[in-house]
């Protein structure tokens, strides 16, 4: 069973889907049907459900890897340490402690 998890996969099963059906409308059945080669058409529309499948199970699986390896990313920048900040920037928030400090020391 295929599980449809993201757009791109959703995209690519419906473009999938309207070649098949465009595959088995009347017009294109008929050209067989009357050439008497009803075997070729079942084995083309066999072929498109394959690939569907295939195209689909590939981009799902790239999704996994894509996933797995963000979490791994995310996962090394925790063991590194922290970027350097600006000098002005620790300032402000040094005065925005004491300031805070003070005030709750003053009440």
Partial sequence: MI???TRLEFELWNHYTKLLKEH??????NKYFQERK???WGDEYKQLENERREKVIELHEEVILQKKNEKQTIESKKGESPRRRSNRLNKDVMDACSGLLLLRHSV
């Fill in 24 to 29: 088995s409308s009347r017009k294109i059945r």
């Fill in 3 to 5: 599980e449809l998890t």
């Fill in 38 to 40: 009803m075997d070729d």
